[in-house]
């Protein structure tokens, strides 16, 4: 692996597969009475959140902690970067503290990127959600989740090649889904995105992907849905007619999920707007893998602070 986790279009099969396979070793430190290792005892991790976020932070917080690394949480309200503090000058001061990695989150896409190159810190820098750009550690837990509920064997060593996997709703704003289609195409999944086509982005013909209008010509071939959140509060235009509209073309209800084949799983990344992107009874169903998506987070930041923190070297050499 690089030394930074930026994109996970910077993932190649194998980083993937490494990152996944040593998800799945930690997940069961969960289950421990004492959910603690020693692996990062005496490292720094600073969670650096310019945005609001509960699930990502804590989740961060929650795999640092079970590391045994200590954590300093950033939050921008109320710090000095509500008075006017640049981002280079807030990694300054976190890398004169010691911070061996910096886990990001910023309004700005491209933020997580300037900091781990412009010699800001000598720390791992982890993408947390930049903009409207990536969230690869989300597309990493929700690969892993799918490999668990797809793969054989648990998915321990092997890729998605050959699943069909069809992600619906607000992929214009969604880091989500641009990272979930850069990530499973290289695990060898088929993508299918699926939207309005006010809310697909400009150039999305470039992606790995194949596009489509219509929801229900996806379902029958669907290993794994995922819903995208519907970003109202990024729109500063009207995509679609109403709620009910959208909700009628591409949420999903009851009726389409049970066109979904048998062995196929319901997914979302959180927060959900039920009863419109997704319904309040799919989202509670026994096809949903929603809140174990949430435990598997932690497994795979655990892992990826691991891999890039303890000491763990890559092929090129880095930790």
Do not use: C
């Not at 045994?68 to 950033?74: E, M």
């Not at 720390?123 to 990536?134: M, Y």
């Not at 889904?177 to 999944?189: D, K, M, P």
């Amino acid at each position: 692996m690089k030394k930074h986790l930026l994109s996970a279009g910077d993932l190649t099969r194998d980083d993937a597969i490494r990152v996944l396979d040593t998800a799945q070793e930690l997940l069961g430190v969960a289950q421990r009475p004492i959910k603690k290792l020693p692996t990062l005892r005496g490292r720094t991790v600073v969670n650096l959140f310019f945005e609001d976020s509960t699930r990502t932070r804590i989740s961060f917080e929650a795999a640092a902690k079970r590391l045994s690394a200590d954590v300093i949480n950033f939050s921008a309200k109320g710090s000095s970067v509500s008075k006017g503090e640049s981002l280079k000058d807030t990694a300054m001061t976190l890398q004169a503290m010691g911070a061996d990695a910096v886990v990001i989150r910023h309004h700005a896409s491209g933020a997580p990127h300037r900091l781990a190159t412009a010699g800001w810190t000598n720390g791992a820098v982890v993408n947390a959600g930049d903009g409207t750009h990536e969230h690869p550690t989300q597309a990493l837990l929700d690969a892993f989740t799918m490999r668990s509920h797809l793969g054989t064997d648990g998915g321990v060593g092997q890729d998605l090649a050959g699943k069909n996997v069809t992600i619906v709703g607000d992929v214009l704003h969604s880091r989500v889904a641009r990272s979930n289609a850069l990530l499973l195409h290289t695990l060898g999944a088929n993508v299918t995105l699926v939207a309005p086509p006010t809310l697909l982005p400009v150039g999305v013909d470039a992606w790995p992907v194949e596009t489509s209008y219509n929801l229900d010509d996806s379902l029958e071939k669907a290993d794994a849905v995922m819903m995208l959140r519907v970003q109202r509060e990024r729109m500063n235009a009207s995509y679609f007619p109403s709620a009910r509209e959208y909700s009628r073309r591409y949420g999903l209800d009851t009726a389409r999920m049970n066109r979904l084949p048998e062995h196929a799983i319901v997914m979302h990344p959180g927060p959900m707007n039920r009863g419109m992107e997704i319904g309040a009874d799919v989202a509670d169903s026994g096809r949903s893998v929603i809140v174990e998506q949430v435990t598997n987070g932690v497994a795979v930041r655990m892992a990826v602070l691991y891999l890039l923190v303890g000491g763990a070297t890559n092929d090129e050499g880095e930790a």
